[in-house]
């Protein structure tokens, strides 16, 4: 996998930092590993920074890693933010309609203190 994670507990939500590059074949690996952190640490919030990655998944990708994710969290409900650069906001809206389509708590943000509003605001669930 070209990109790497970092993950850490920030004691009222878990941080997990993406380096490098992201591509369709590291999704799997990446939403396993995550969400076994989510689950060890019994997150249900999570920060997602995205601003030092470069992701090229397709549209398909998108799909895969909320169906993935789905299916490994086992009905518990989150809230999830995902920080990216502003120029890339709009790539990673798709993501967001996936994500909230399929009843995830997930929203992109290019502003940090906002995303970290929004994260600790409200119940995990659809929102």
Known sequence: MNCQVEYKDCGDYLLIRLLGQLRDPDIESLVRDASGQMMNGDHTRVFIDSTAQDQSTSTFGD?????????ISQGRRFRIVELVSPERVDNFKFLENVARNRGISFRVFDDQSEALTWLRSGASGPQ
């Open 63 to 71: 799909y895969r890693t909320v169906q993935m994710f789905m299916e």
